[in-house]
């Protein structure tokens, strides 16, 4: 153990708090990662002023307006492991898909007062703008995950967080698929693991929420999915959530664009 | 464990009503009764304890990447084929913890996991999965490096196999000569028969172990009928093979058309998901995960099913060595059908139709072949 404990910070951009509160979540762990760390700067847990330099930045949200664009230099520049956690942070989050409209008209709809509006034009990752050491991905991130994560950074090892498909955590589990068993469509085999499979293992069809895995053939799942039933609408809708700006989502969104 | 080659031995007839006393028995002399059941809308591997959580009058329709429970006619207890779970999940389990390490002040304690012995009964073996067994069992008890958590859990499983009474619609162990009739490898080894309005069971014992058991059932002699009637039910499951495969020359075809462009054909369908490889009843590969806690005073490492579909696993310094997905499916299919004889002495695949009926997207190792093969001259 290090003789002084480490910094963490807990920064917040265009999100929902949901990956946050994971962290406080965390029941059983929280005292022992509150042993283990100097929880520093997290506004959603504790006060505390932002100062100085952080070992470890958790970061959430996604960049929407030059304000954040400016502030996320800062962090960065005070950080030197900076983990984005959540679909917002490591994509762009559902927000994102404003980057497929028209703001300004969004924005006319939606306030009464338009002119007190300042935004950007797109949701953007964290990785758009700075240097992005480890990702966590979800939405919300997985808890277990977090957990694996501040330890693996404790002890120095590379975190466990394979990027292999949720069909895999499915069958470890014992699953019985959905796909195949019920004719459910099912992203699991595009998406990335973490979650446990939680959704097929309540007899649910992966909506996706850990974004793109490694080498995703979303090309062939759609066909599948079209197979089973699914009209062009609904596949792109099934490619339009949290994870709508990453690119192999994004390029499957846009293949069922007509 | 079982000890004999093929079931020699006199055959007897055990009728349906009596047959809860083989579980009866099975548990009496501390068995963990496995066996298949019905859940999810699939017909699994589970824990059972009595005849009732059997699938009775269930049966299955199987092909590429779909599946459906269907009701017979009849009561069948064993009237469908193999499902999505293998009996690897007990014998290999998923995760298998391997160390732990403490570290209290200076002093550093590490401990093996210990191997936990467990007595299974695996009731209701398919000819196909005893096959499957004989081949993991290749892998994991053989040599220096045998497995102690395998064997632990392999030692002392009693086996009661079951001829197939129906073929599954991707079913080819006919083409791998692994089935449908049981030959070996069992303790206790069933024909289920319903001909003439009967329903009862033909056994026979192929080790010690099953002829003790046998010796507690209540039976009667088989006659010559009945062992028409057996004959006749594995005839006919043999006759209506769901998929088929030439496996003489499978071997060497692979391995000469190594660029085929079949293989980049496959890799635009196959989604590397890595279904197959889990549910493939001889497919062994794990990956090794570390862990740390929080206080930084214990550490832990475990294994658990990995696949070569992952690009983890081809993992070297700088990168993955099968970064594509065509390279990807084609180490699958060559070392399930090609280099497994170089590594094991036999095929690894026995036919069983898992990987095609549980693949999403319908990819058939049977097609495949026959594809590759078409284009050479005959
Ligand atoms: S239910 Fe979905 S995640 Fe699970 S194995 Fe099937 S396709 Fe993959
Ligand atoms: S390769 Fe496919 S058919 Fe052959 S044993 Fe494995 S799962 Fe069964
Ligand atoms: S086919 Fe792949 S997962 Fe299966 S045993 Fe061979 S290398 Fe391992
Ligand atoms: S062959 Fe099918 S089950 Fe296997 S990795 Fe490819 S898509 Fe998945």
Not at chain 1, 187 to 196: E, K, M, S, Y
Not at chain 2, 20 to 27: I, K
Not at chain 2, 212 to 237: G, H, M
Request: charged share 25%; aromatic share 6%.
């Amino acid at each position: 153990m290090p003789a002084q404990k480490p910094r963490l910070a807990v920064w917040k951009f265009a999100s929902c708090d949901g990956c946050q509160l994971t962290l406080l979540d965390c029941e059983d762990h929280l005292l022992a990662v509150a042993g283990a760390v100097d929880v520093a700067y997290f506004p959603e847990a504790t006060r505390g002023e932002i100062s100085g330099r952080y070992d470890v930045s958790l970061v959430e949200g996604s960049i929407t307006t030059t304000h954040d664009a400016a502030r996320i230099q800062d962090v960065r520049a005070r950080s030197n492991i900076l983990v984005t956690i959540g679909a917002c942070a490591t994509a762009g989050g559902i927000q994102a898909l404003r980057n497929f409209a028209n703001v300004k008209e969004y924005i006319s709809i939606v306030y009464a007062r338009p002119d007190y509006i300042s935004t950007l034009a797109t949701s953007t990752p964290i990785a758009a703008h700075v240097k992005v050491d480890y990702e966590l991905r979800g939405c919300p991130i997985d808890k277990r995950q977090l957990i694996e994560l501040i330890s693996a950074l404790l002890a120095g090892r590379k975190p466990v967080t394979p990027a292999h498909s949720v069909c895999l955590q499915c069958k470890l589990k014992g699953n019985v698929c959905v796909m195949v068993a019920h004719g459910k469509p099912c992203l699991g085999p595009v998406t990335h693991a973490g979650c446990g499979a939680l959704c097929p293992s309540y007899d649910r069809g992966c909506y996706g929420c850990f974004g793109p895995k490694e080498t995703p053939n979303t090309v062939s799942l759609s066909r599948q999915m079209a197979h089973l039933g699914m009209d062009e609408k609904n596949i792109k809708r099934v490619f339009s959530t949290f994870n709508v700006n990453a690119e192999e989502f994004r390029a499957e969104r846009q293949r069922h664009d007509s | 464990m079982t000890t004999d080659g093929a079931g020699s031995g006199p055959t007897a007839i055990i009728e349906r009503r009596d047959l809860q006393a083989l579980f009866d028995v099975l548990l009496q002399r501390g068995y963990r009764v496995v066996g298949p059941t019905r859940r999810d809308e699939a017909i699994v591997y589970d824990d059972i304890a009595v005849i009732d959580q059997l699938p009775a009058g269930w049966t299955d329709e199987q092909e590429g990447g779909r599946y459906r429970l269907k009701r017979r006619e009849d009561a069948a207890l064993f009237g469908y084929a193999v499902g999505p779970h293998s009996w690897k999940k007990f014998l290999h389990a998923p995760i298998q913890q391997l160390w732990r390490a403490r570290r209290e002040g200076d002093k550093t304690t590490v401990e093996h996991e210990p191997p936990r012995p467990e007595r299974f009964a695996l009731v209701g073996v398919r000819a196909c999965e005893l096959h499957a067994i004989a081949i993991q069992d290749k892998v994991f008890l053989n040599g220096e490096h045998a497995d102690p958590h395998y064997r632990a859990r392999r030692n002392d499983a009693f086996i009661v196999s079951v001829n197939c009474g129906k073929a599954g619609g991707t079913c080819f162990c006919v083409s791998m000569n692994t089935g449908p009739k049981v030959a070996g490898g069992f303790d206790l080894n069933l024909t289920e028969l319903l001909d003439g309005g009967q329903h009862r069971f033909l056994i026979e014992a192929g080790s010690d172990a099953g002829r003790e058991v046998l010796d507690q059932l209540p039976k009667r002699p088989a006659t010559s009928q009945d062992a028409k009637a057996a004959d006749a039910v594995i005839a006919a499951t043999a006759s209506s093979m769901g998929r088929s495969m030439k496996s003489d020359d499978v071997h060497q075809l692979l391995l000469r058309n190594l660029d085929h462009v079949r293989w980049n054909n496959v890799a635009e369908r196959c989604l590397a998901c890595s279904n197959c490889t889990m549910v493939c009843p001889t497919c062994f590969c794990t990956s090794v995960e570390e862990a740390s806690d929080l206080t930084g005073t214990e550490s832990s490492r475990s294994r658990r099913w990995d696949s070569c579909f992952t690009m983890d696993y081809s993992y070297v310094h700088g990168g993955s060595v099968r970064s594509t997905t065509r390279s990807r499916y084609r180490q699958w299919m060559t070392h399930k059908l090609s280099t497994w004889h170089d590594q094991f002495g036999t095929s690894g695949c026995v036919g069983c139709g898992r990987c095609i009926t549980w693949c999403p997207v319908g990819i058939d190792i049977t097609e495949e072949v026959a594809a590759i093969r078409s284009s050479e001259p005959h």
